[in-house]
């Protein structure tokens, strides 16, 4: 499911769930300049992993979307912990960091929302963003250039951004006519798009995906 590299601290995370039966959830990190695996490390009590993010301080946030919950990761610790739960949540995916907040969305949920951290570094308030238009399965997000939300609405097939104001976000659509896309990853001015095969997993005529594609989508 989702990667990440947490360049400033030289780490490469990679969700590694098994899908069972029994259903496991776990991330495995590697070091972005070796490429060596480092640890492997299992969410509590299964789920699904499926997006990360880091703080400036390396700690990890990963998406469980199976569960509704965010499993963080402290720096120096040898296994991770629960830092929020909530069935609310259930269908969370992606995470970003904007603006010195952190926000999450839900594919299942059609919903944007953003976490208070406290001082103690424990999860706070949850506040659902009221959005100027409708998210159609929103997937991966990361954030752009002065800290706008860019996201992969897998349903829809478009790059959306999402400007933050308070508890309202305004939707732009960047570029749409994409197949079911599911992730994003920014490099300057340019974001990375891809797109899935998801819908043939259960093909029974095991169909020819075709060629799988990473555009290049030059922001405004």
Same mark, same amino acid.
């Given at each position: 499911?989702? #990667?990440?590299?947490?360049?400033?601290?030289?780490?490469?995370?990679?969700?590694?769930? #098994?899908?069972?039966?029994?259903?496991?959830? &776990?991330?495995?990190?590697?070091? %972005?300049? *070796?490429? &060596? %695996?480092?640890? $492997?490390?299992?969410?509590?009590?299964?789920?699904?992993?499926?997006?990360?993010?880091?703080?400036?301080?390396?700690?990890?946030?990963?998406?469980?979307?199976?569960?509704?919950?965010?499993?963080?990761?402290?720096?120096?610790?040898? +296994?991770?912990?629960?830092?929020?739960?909530?069935?609310?949540?259930?269908?969370?995916?992606? #995470?970003a960091f904007a603006g010195g907040k %952190?926000?999450?969305?839900?594919?299942?949920?059609? =919903?944007?929302?953003?976490?208070?951290?406290?001082?103690?570094?424990?999860?706070?308030?949850?506040?659902?963003?009221? %959005?100027?238009?409708?998210?159609?399965?929103?997937?991966?997000?990361?954030?752009?250039?002065?800290?706008?939300? =860019?996201?992969?609405?897998?349903? &829809? +097939?478009?790059? *959306?951004?999402?400007?933050?104001?308070?508890?309202?976000? *305004?939707?732009? $659509?960047?570029?749409?006519?994409? +197949?079911?896309?599911? &992730?994003?990853?920014?490099?300057?001015?340019?974001?990375?798009?891809?797109?899935?095969?998801?819908?043939?997993?259960?093909?029974?005529?095991?169909?020819?995906? +075709?060629?799988?594609? #990473? $555009?290049?989508?030059? =922001?405004?």
């Open positions: 499911m989702g #990667i990440y590299a947490d360049e400033p601290h030289g780490v490469f995370y990679v969700c590694s769930d #098994i899908l069972g039966p029994p259903r496991q959830a &776990a991330f495995k990190s590697f070091d %972005l300049e *070796t490429r &060596a %695996l480092k640890a $492997t490390y299992r969410f509590p009590d299964g789920g699904l992993c499926n997006d990360f993010v880091a703080a400036a301080d390396g700690t990890l946030y990963a998406t469980d979307t199976a569960m509704g919950r965010i499993i963080r990761l402290k720096p120096g610790a040898t +296994g991770p912990d629960v830092w929020l739960a909530d069935s609310a949540l259930t269908g969370v995916d992606g #995470i %952190l926000y999450i969305n839900n594919v299942a949920k059609n =919903l944007l929302r953003r976490i208070d951290i406290n001082s103690d570094g424990s999860a706070g308030a949850v506040t659902t963003l009221q %959005l100027s238009a409708s998210l159609s399965g929103p997937d991966g997000m990361r954030v752009g250039p002065g800290d706008v939300l =860019l996201i992969a609405e897998n349903k &829809a +097939g478009s790059l *959306t951004q999402a400007k933050v104001d308070g508890d309202k976000a *305004t939707l732009t $659509t960047i570029k749409s006519g994409f +197949g079911q896309l599911t &992730a994003v990853g920014m490099v300057d001015n340019i974001a990375w798009v891809t797109e899935s095969r998801f819908a043939l997993r259960n093909d029974p005529n095991n169909k020819d995906p +075709g060629p799988w594609v #990473i $555009t290049p989508v030059t =922001l405004p």
